[in-house]
């Protein structure tokens, strides 16, 4: 086979990111032969119906039989029981990876499964909308988006810088990082601000004294946007907290404590350390603007914006 490219790309999960990817493979015109895989015989007919994939397999075993790269598109929580079932039957050589949101439950849960006859190479395009099903994917979701691969020590260089090549044809910008690292990042970037988002709307659900036609009505206040974000897809979410624990406890935790410091400076009308704080907020607004990770036009039901795992 040819060194730039896989010839034959199996996806387990055909999701949001799984379909996506699929998608994303065939606009990049990769001359690869996809091979879709679902545990749920619904998703697999509807993801043939959307024409997704060259070829649909329910039996996973089979699914990637002669695969030379398989991508784990399922909730963490699922990787590690998958990878038991694929190991005996993956071709010598090949690459697996993963989409997960969180990495070092992965490197080792799925890792330790996996037979030394192939590369393991967990990863995590950091793009998603708050939708989820095949009919949610996009060709173009990971373009100028990081995606963030996270090898052990004694990771195949060749076989990295081919994930990575296979990662930038899609439209991605790569990085390379230890997995807890990854971990610790993610938790303050995206899973503690999807836990704020989910409290915030129970709470808004919860409030007896304001109905639930006035918070629909006012939402354009700031609380649409916790709303987009708590509409994600909740099996994947469940899973992303009990995997990223430590991480996500240190930093709330932190955060807590900075809410506190808040409380304190409203309490005693400490308009100083208010100002100085929103100052300062804003000023990385602007940073993430400048970044390209977002822009500056107001969000008016952006379609693809955001829920980013």
């Not at 939708?131 to 996270?150: H, M, N, Q, V, Y």
């Not at 603007?289 to 107001?298: E, K, R």
Request: aromatic share 6%; charged share 25%; hydrophobic share 40%.
């Amino acid at each position: 086979m040819g060194h730039s490219h896989y010839e034959k790309i199996t996806i387990i999960g055909a999701g949001l990111i799984g379909s996506s990817l699929s998608l994303a493979i065939k606009a990049a015109a990769l001359e690869s032969f996809v091979t879709l895989s679902d545990s749920s015989k619904e998703t697999l007919e509807q993801a043939e119906k959307l024409a997704l994939a060259d070829t649909y397999i329910a039996d996973v075993t089979m699914a990637v039989a002669d695969a030379d790269l398989v991508i784990l598109c399922v909730p963490v929580g699922a990787m590690s029981a998958v990878a038991s079932e694929i190991s005996a039957c993956l071709k010598i050589g090949a690459t697996i990876s993963d989409v997960g949101s969180v990495k070092e439950v992965v490197l080792t849960g799925v890792g330790e499964k996996l037979p030394d006859t192939v590369h393991f190479i967990p990863g995590h395009p950091v793009a998603g909308t708050e939708k989820s099903g095949p009919e949610a994917g996009f060709a173009t979701l990971f373009k100028d988006r990081w995606c963030i691969l996270t090898p052990d020590e004694g990771c195949d260089q060749g076989a990295l810088d081919k994930l990575v090549g296979f990662w930038q044809s899609l439209g991605s910008k790569t990085e390379v990082m230890d997995a807890r690292h990854h971990d610790m990042v993610l938790a303050i970037t995206s899973h503690v601000p999807h836990l704020i988002a989910y409290n915030i709307v129970g709470t808004a659900s919860d409030l007896e004294r304001v109905t639930r036609s006035e918070v629909i009505k006012y939402s354009a206040g700031g609380f649409r946007d916790f709303t987009r974000i708590a509409a994600s897809d909740p099996t994947m979410w469940r899973d992303v907290f009990l995997s990223n624990k430590g991480a996500v406890l240190e930093m709330l935790s932190r955060f807590s404590e900075d809410l506190t410091a808040l409380q304190r400076a409203i309490r005693w009308g400490d308009g100083d350390a208010l100002y100085d704080l929103f100052s300062r907020t804003r000023d990385i607004r602007r940073s993430i603007i400048d970044a390209g990770q977002d822009d500056d036009i107001a969000d008016f039901g952006r379609p693809h914006d955001g829920g980013d795992a």
